[in-house]
């Protein structure tokens, strides 16, 4: 089969891969209808060393289940499935506890002990505790949203919460990203009154807008600081979405929350301490997140986006199939693209 490998930082290539196949009674194949290129695949894409077998790429799919092991209960032959980008048993008392992402049999896709889902097909570990059956089929108009549950729309979602968010609440999202745009969403779902989106692309703050964002911040440093302090009376918001991983990502957050308030990190961190520990806790500010419990997150969000009261595939601005990938990642990496949607 046809698969997205990457070699190296900028090496990406569309190759042929051994089938997919049933290893484990707990697996299932999964033909993939849709995947996409997250923004967590650009920190190997800049700096991944050389490997000479490569790695299969991509941690977000949906797709129709085309076998099942003899052990999977769940699912059957046919159904058109979400592929969180984490993979877990559903039984562990972290799975019970809606962690699935720390699940103690637990992994993540695209890692090189289970391959990525850029592909024409992909193996699920533990598929009963994995997949999500869709009540409607792949040809479904809102394909594009639904595959936003596989990761983006639940880490936004997910960074809200950790956030604390809720109605009457004063909101900064840093990061413009498709998270960060998702992040924006889950504000508003979640009652936020007021939505502040750090970014500077004008693109993706048009996008934030229509997401439910009242203030676009695109100055960046010590003036963006001041800019959302100015929005927000003077003390900074409540809650503070963390979309982008770098430490001065992290350290714009701090330097936005209110005293009392709460940051929710889900952007992979590229930093060992988080900066201004003495302020932080000095000003009682709590930091939480981390990787998403999507798995947890669908049952919730999943009749939102199918009666239309949110619309996170509108993130997606390019569509390329497998022979395209790579120029997909080139155009994420120049920031041409905010989300490519991969279609095998």
């Not at 969180?84 to 992994?107: I, K, M």
């Not at 956030?163 to 009457?168: L, N, S």
């Not at 800019?227 to 809650?239: M, P, Q």
């Amino acid at each position: 089969m046809r698969a997205t490998v990457m070699f190296g930082a900028h090496d990406v290539r569309i190759q042929n891969v051994p089938d997919a196949t049933i290893v484990s009674p707990s697996d299932a194949l999964v033909r993939v209808t849709r995947a996409c290129i997250c923004g967590s695949d650009l920190w190997p894409y800049e700096a991944m060393e050389r490997s000479e077998s490569g790695r299969v790429m991509g941690h977000e799919a949906i797709g129709v289940v085309e076998a099942v092991g003899a052990d999977v209960r769940k699912l059957k032959v046919g159904d058109f499935v979400i592929m969180p980008f984490a993979y877990s048993d559903g039984t562990c008392d972290f799975c019970h506890e809606g962690l699935q992402t720390s699940c103690v049999h637990g992994g993540f896709f695209g890692t090189s002990q289970v391959a990525g889902a850029q592909a024409e097909a992909v193996r699920i570990p533990l598929a009963d505790g994995t997949l999500f059956a869709l009540p409607v089929g792949p040809d479904h108009a809102l394909v594009a949203s639904l595959l936003t549950l596989s990761d983006v729309m639940g880490t936004g979602h997910h960074a809200a919460v950790a956030a604390r968010v809720a109605p009457g609440k004063s909101v900064a999202v840093v990061g413009d990203g498709a998270v960060g745009l998702c992040g924006v969403i889950a504000a508003k779902r979640l009652g936020a009154e007021q939505i502040i989106m750090l970014g500077r692309h004008p693109d993706r703050l048009g996008l934030a807008r229509r997401f439910g964002a009242t203030d676009c911040v695109p100055e960046r440093g010590q003036a963006g600081v001041e800019r959302v302090r100015e929005l927000t009376g003077g003390f900074g918001a409540h809650a503070v979405l963390e979309c982008v991983g770098s430490e001065q990502a992290m350290a714009t957050a701090l330097d936005i929350v209110r005293p009392g308030g709460a940051i929710g990190r889900v952007g992979v961190p590229h930093y060992d301490a988080i900066p201004g520990a003495q302020p932080m806790f000095y000003r009682n500010i709590s930091v939480g997140g981390g990787p998403a419990p999507v798995r947890a997150y669908i049952a919730e969000l999943l009749p939102d986006v199918l009666e239309g009261r949110i619309e996170p595939g509108l993130v997606f601005d390019r569509v390329v199939d497998l022979e395209g990938v790579p120029d997909g990642y080139r155009a994420m990496d120049a920031r041409e693209s905010i989300k490519v949607m991969v279609k095998p």
